[in-house]
């Protein structure tokens, strides 16, 4: 990407993922940041301790009404549109046949449709600010699924599926598509107690300082893909050639309880 001025725009910037990733931006130079979330009193007290120009869209992006939105806003802003950080997720703990095709909507809504729509709204500023990025944070679990988690993996495949598409058609225009899965991140939506408590599990949770550094990487430097922890890769190799032994690892052992323990029942990094 040039040096010039950009705007960096973030969601799910309130907390987690997305504000370490607007505090690791605000030390790039000639960076302006557009926050996006849902809680405004988050986003305004965030914006006021950022050391460079930020500002902030307190909405739902699930609302019909809301790439517009933004799109509006980011008119207002003097530098052009250079990084768009597709953090905001969500995530409801639910077999199938307990949760069924409402809780797979529900989560595709937000994992999945609400970034498609607000990438189509901003897409042509982005090809006219070029060379700029996409950098769509899906997950681990968008390679690798556990039981209790189909819809939120299915959500993760489908964006790690449509980014690595949508990197090969805005090549061509400039626009980089770089893409984040992060494993287990201590965060307010996912925290990871138990693996956390374990001497022999710390070792896979990471930080959310981490995966913004990642996502800075990914959308300024111009990396294709990052995993973080970056031995989580190894995860998404061996489920394309041992494909078998990674499912009975997933539905066995100490495997199957931590599927059953560590994830919340109901996690949100859309706030």
């Known amino acids: 990407m040039s040096g010039n001025p950009i705007t960096a725009l973030i969601t799910g910037a309130s907390?987690?993922?997305?504000?370490?990733?607007?505090?690791?931006?605000?030390?790039?130079?000639?960076i302006e940041l557009v926050l996006v979330a849902r809680r405004e009193q988050r986003l305004r007290e965030l914006a006021e301790s950022l050391p460079v120009p930020a500002s902030y869209v307190a909405?739902?992006?699930t609302d019909e009404q809301a790439p517009e939105r933004v799109r509006a806003h980011l008119g207002k802003r003097a530098a052009p549109l250079g990084l768009l950080v597709n953090n905001a997720g969500a995530s409801w703990r639910a077999d199938f046949a307990e949760g069924g095709y409402a809780n797979v909507k529900r989560t595709?809504?937000?994992?999945?449709?609400?970034?498609?729509?607000?990438?189509?709204?901003?897409?042509?500023?982005?090809?006219?600010?070029?060379?700029?990025?996409?950098?769509n944070v899906a997950s681990t679990a968008g390679r690798v699924a556990r039981g209790g988690t189909g819809s939120y993996s299915a959500s993760k495949f489908a964006l790690a599926g449509w980014s690595d598409s949508?990197?090969?058609?805005?090549?061509?225009?400039?626009v980089h598509v770089g893409?984040?899965?992060?494993?287990?991140?201590?965060?307010?939506?996912?925290?990871?107690?138990?693996?956390?408590?374990r001497a022999l599990t710390?070792?896979?949770v990471s930080t959310p300082e981490k995966a913004a550094a990642a996502?800075?990487?990914?959308?300024?430097?111009?990396?294709?893909?990052?995993?973080?922890?970056r031995p989580y890769a190894l995860a998404a190799v061996a489920r394309i050639v041992m494909p078998g032994l990674v499912r009975r690892v997933l539905t066995g052992g100490a495997a199957g309880s931590l599927t059953t323990k560590t994830g919340a029942d109901a996690a949100d990094e859309r706030s």
Do not use: C
């Open 59 to 61: 909405v739902d992006l």
């Open 166 to 174: 949508l990197y090969a058609e805005e090549r061509p225009h400039q």
């Open 202 to 204: 710390r070792w896979l």
């Open 215 to 229: 996502i800075v990487d990914a959308g300024l430097n111009g990396k294709a893909e990052r995993y973080i922890p």
């Open 108 to 135: 595709m809504d937000v994992n999945f449709d609400a970034v498609v729509r607000l990438t189509e709204a901003l897409l042509p500023l982005l090809r006219e600010s070029a060379p700029s990025a996409i950098v």
């Open 15 to 30: 907390s987690g993922i997305g504000e370490a990733t607007a505090r690791r931006l605000a030390r790039e130079p000639g």
């Open 179 to 197: 893409l984040v899965l992060p494993g287990f991140i201590a965060t307010e939506g996912f925290p990871a107690a138990e693996l956390r408590q």
